[in-house]
């Protein structure tokens, strides 16, 4: 055991020796992809080069990455309902996390409202609004707040696919013209981006809401589970 | 290039760093919880070292920063799905180990 851990240890030195020998002696890139982004600026309807390469130039990326975090929510989705049901046994009975909640709710979707508008043309977008959106929610369900149509199957799997099939579905109308697929005109670039932009943002948000709800505070322990069941003497 | 101790490339070694120790407590360790902890920890290292590589003499590359940015939500879905597989496994098999492992 000793044994595996001093040789674990001359391992990950070795490696981190090696990657920091990387990072100083890396060769220096062919591309000056910063003046590239730069000089792409004008038409990609947005003022942030971040959200520009993000929802523009390198859409395709984040289309699959999204259609990524679609795909991590169904296999949960699966595997969780093949569990047998139990009732709810989640929310802290503390008066003071609710008093608090009170204040903060309302900040949060101020906050991650400002994070959408803003990515447009400082840093922010759907991804930072939409983990804001999410952190609200796993607040309210610590909290003890339920919301019904959290509940509702269809209402939440058609708000999980939003993002991903608005972001297609543009993509696809972009293409009539006879361009590409995801080439937006330079015109309706902005516009587009921010409709995407904000159905991804409502999108990502129940999905990792979804993925936290997915994982309650069940007993797992084989042992504990069948200790509830028959209550030792 | 070689040998400047700049600025920038501080955000670089400390992924670097990061990266190590993640993979050092990813080989120590067999508790599959430990294990998804320390792969989150090499994970940052990555992100930091492409966000820190991002930055040199001609200005901030927005590229790596754009990946980063989907990267960590896609991260934080994968370790929230890791999380409910364990689950599964830990129910189903009472161990907190994989049987290849011991």
């Given at each position: 055991m000793i044994l595996r851990a001093v040789f674990a240890g001359l391992l990950c030195l070795g490696v981190t020796v090696a990657l920091g020998w990387a990072v100083l002696e890396r060769p220096a890139p062919v591309e000056n992809l910063p003046e590239r982004v730069a000089a792409a600026m004008p038409e990609s309807g947005v003022e942030h080069p971040i959200t520009a390469v993000l929802l523009n130039f390198r859409s395709y990326d984040t289309l699959l990455e999204i259609a990524v975090l679609l795909l991590a929510v169904v296999v949960a989705l699966a595997l969780r309902e093949a569990q047998p049901d139990r009732p709810e046994q989640m929310g802290l009975d503390n008066p003071l996390l609710r008093a608090v909640m009170a204040w903060l709710l309302p900040l949060m979707l101020v906050v991650a409202g400002f994070l959408l508008w803003a990515g447009a043309h400082q840093p922010g977008g759907a991804f930072q609004a939409g983990s804001v959106l999410a952190a609200a929610g796993v607040l309210l369900r610590l909290a003890g707040v339920t919301a019904d149509w959290l509940d509702n199957a269809v209402l939440v799997r058609a708000g999980l696919a939003l993002g991903l099939l608005t972001f297609l579905g543009i993509g696809m109308l972009v293409?009539?013209?006879?361009?590409?697929?995801?080439?937006?005109p330079a015109a309706h670039a902005g516009t587009l981006i921010l409709v995407i932009e904000l159905t991804l943002t409502l999108s990502i948000g129940l999905t990792l809401l979804s993925l936290f709800r997915l994982n309650?505070?069940?007993?797992?322990?084989p042992d504990d589970a069948r200790a509830q069941e028959a209550p030792k003497p | 290039m070689s040998g400047a101790i700049s600025g920038y490339l501080v955000f670089a070694w400390s992924g670097v760093l990061l990266f190590g120790l993640g993979l050092f407590g990813f080989i120590a360790h067999r508790h599959i919880v430990r294990r998804l902890l320390a792969f989150n920890i090499m994970g940052s290292g990555v992100f930091l070292v492409l966000v820190g590589l991002a930055q040199d003499g001609r200005g901030v590359d927005p590229v790596p920063h754009a990946m980063v940015i989907t990267g960590i939500v896609v991260a934080v879905a994968s370790t929230a799905l890791a999380l409910v597989v364990f689950r599964r496994w830990y129910r189903a098999s009472g161990r907190t180990d994989l049987p290849e492992d011991t």
């Open positions: 293409m009539l013209p006879g361009v590409p697929f995801l080439t937006y309650p505070p069940y007993a797992d322990d | -």
